[in-house]
């Protein structure tokens, strides 16, 4: 069964801390890994990677993944009160049509 | 312009009611979604169409009734609902359904079934 899993499952952390989440997945025949941070209602799109080892950045943020080892990470450095949100992680596998989702990480940034 | 438009943004309704949920987009998306999204849980899957043509169902009850009137449009027709049928009802599109597209969500319909 396909399966995609994030930690830690929540986070708090300071103002400018850098913080690190995880994704790792079992899909059949993985095709692309896209992350989304949702805070209020919808998902917002992050990152889509499909490449090992190419790490893809957005002013704060960045992630990269391993198709060895079948994980992402999502980077956010500098952190600030609106990081915060529930940050969700998606697979497309053999279906290539529909998102298999983690179940978040949902952080929390205090200033 | 990479709007997904849902509507109507909150949505109550009684369980003997007939209701729909719409969902616009104008990026030239061919590939629609529907999910549902409980609190604290991630979306869930509930249908995909494919160039107007509903292509996954993922065994979703009779009581949503999915509708591609053309490739902009998406609705969703609600009848006889449950009371656990309340959630957030996210849309998305992407360029087609091919593995290297992102999809875009739109804001949503929370809807609650009374």
């Known amino acids: 069964e396909d399966k995609v899993v994030q930690s830690p499952l929540s986070l708090v952390v300071h103002e400018g801390d850098t913080v690190t989440l995880n994704c790792s997945y079992e899909?059949?025949?993985?095709?692309?890994l896209l992350w989304y941070k949702q805070e209020k209602k919808a998902p917002t799109f992050l990152f889509m990677l499909?490449?090992?080892?190419i790490e893809k950045k957005s002013g704060r943020l960045s992630s990269i993944l391993d198709k060895k080892e079948l994980f992402s990470i999502l980077n956010i450095t500098a952190t600030q009160t609106g990081d915060s949100a529930v940050y969700l992680c998606?697979?497309?596998?053999?279906?290539?049509?529909?998102?298999?989702f983690g179940k978040g990480t949902t952080l929390s940034v205090s200033s | 312009d990479t709007e997904v438009t849902q509507t109507p943004k909150h949505l109550v309704m009684g369980m003997t009611n007939k209701k729909s949920l719409k969902c616009e987009q104008h990026?030239?998306?061919?590939?629609m979604y529907w999910y549902k999204q409980k609190a604290k849980k991630p979306p869930e899957l509930m249908f995909v169409?494919?160039?107007?043509?509903?292509?996954i169902n993922e065994s979703v009850p009779s009581r949503f009734s999915p509708e591609c009137p053309n490739s902009s449009l998406l609705n969703l027709h609600l009848h006889a609902l449950q009371p656990e049928d309340s959630a957030l009802y996210l849309c998305?599109?992407?360029?087609?359904?091919?593995?290297?597209?992102?999809?875009?969500f739109g804001q949503g319909t929370r809807l609650t079934v009374v």
């Open positions: 998305a599109s992407s360029s087609r359904t091919g593995a290297n597209t992102e999809a875009f």
């Open positions: 899909v059949t025949n993985f095709r692309s």
């Open positions: 499909t490449s090992s080892g």
């Open positions: 998606a697979v497309k596998g053999s279906a290539g049509t529909a998102l298999i």
């Open positions: 990026m030239g998306h061919r590939a």
């Open positions: 169409y494919s160039y107007e043509k509903l292509s």
